[in-house]
């Protein structure tokens, strides 16, 4: 049977709701913390999926838009983040990519990345997140301070190991073209195409499932 990678573009929000989890949750968490602790009034969000960051923001924000390829999730944009919008230039304080980039070719990073960057407005901020495969733990601090270990992927099972070291072909999502830590790029690769693109990094965060990116313009 041949998997049909395709299927994802096409799918509705219910679809979507139906795969949300936890490490979705902490991940919004980490997203929205960031959006309000920065006070950034316009959002442009691309790949908005369920639209969970949309209906927990929105209603404090100036300007919230949506990019994505699939229409039938109604976002103001019908387009692919690889191709340029030329008519919003330097319009927005804050650009969301959640879980994106890794659904289009590595080498064509350097394509979205400074779409991204053209649509923030100076000093503008890009917020991204991209999956890591590896092992992640979640424990809280008697503060309840949240707090991630991460053990590479191939340490904790016979099954993981074997793919990782014996077949030298580690596991990764299927609707996915690449992950960090998928054995071909590592967290440097994707900071060095961000650099590229003009971005600062502000700074990066492991979080479960995902590296967080706060990237200045």
Same mark, same amino acid.
């Given at each position: 049977?041949? %998997?049909?990678?395709?299927?994802?573009?096409?799918?509705?929000? !219910?679809?979507?709701?139906?795969?949300?989890?936890?490490? /979705?949750?902490?991940?919004?968490? #980490?997203?929205?913390?960031?959006?309000?602790?920065?006070?950034?009034?316009?959002?442009?969000?691309?790949?908005?999926?369920?639209?969970?960051?949309?209906?927990?923001?929105?209603?404090?924000?100036?300007? %919230?838009?949506?990019?994505?390829?699939?229409?039938?999730?109604?976002?103001?944009?019908?387009?692919?983040?690889?191709?340029?919008?030329?008519?919003? /230039?330097?319009?927005?304080?804050?650009?969301?990519?959640?879980?994106?980039?890794? +659904?289009?070719?590595?080498?064509?990073?350097?394509?979205?990345?400074? /779409? !991204? %960057?053209?649509?923030?407005?100076?000093?503008?901020?890009?917020? !991204?997140?991209?999956?890591?495969?590896?092992? +992640?733990?979640? #424990?809280?601090?008697?503060?309840?301070?949240?707090?991630?270990?991460?053990?590479?992927?191939?340490?904790?099972?016979?099954?993981?190991?074997?793919?990782?070291?014996?077949?030298?072909?580690?596991?990764?999502?299927?609707? +996915?073209?690449?992950?960090?830590?998928?054995?071909?790029?590592?967290?440097?690769?994707?900071?060095?195409?961000?650099?590229?693109?003009?971005?600062?990094?502000?700074? !990066?965060?492991?979080?479960? %499932?995902?590296?967080?990116?706060?990237?200045?313009?």
């Amino acid at each position: 049977m041949i %998997y049909d990678k395709q299927k994802q573009f096409s799918l509705e929000e !219910i679809d979507y709701m139906s795969k949300l989890d936890l490490q /979705n949750w902490i991940r919004f968490f #980490f997203i929205l913390k960031e959006v309000e602790k920065k006070r950034l009034k316009s959002v442009l969000e691309i790949g908005p999926g369920e639209g969970t960051l949309k209906k927990l923001f929105a209603p404090y924000a100036e300007r %919230y838009d949506t990019i994505d390829v699939n229409s039938k999730l109604s976002p103001t944009y019908v387009s692919d983040v690889r191709k340029r919008i030329e008519n919003i /230039n330097e319009t927005y304080d804050c650009v969301i990519a959640a879980d994106i980039l890794e +659904h289009i070719p590595f080498t064509d990073l350097s394509n979205a990345l400074p /779409n !991204i %960057y053209s649509y923030l407005k100076k000093d503008g901020v890009a917020l !991204i997140t991209i999956p890591h495969r590896a092992s +992640h733990f979640l #424990f809280m601090s008697p503060t309840n301070i949240p707090h991630f270990i991460r053990i590479p992927t191939g340490f904790l099972s016979f099954g993981s190991f074997y793919r990782r070291f014996i077949k030298r072909k580690i596991w990764i999502d299927p609707d +996915h073209e690449w992950e960090i830590g998928d054995g071909h790029h590592t967290i440097n690769d994707v900071a060095e195409v961000m650099k590229s693109a003009g971005f600062t990094i502000e700074k !990066i965060e492991k979080l479960i %499932y995902v590296d967080f990116f706060v990237l200045k313009k």
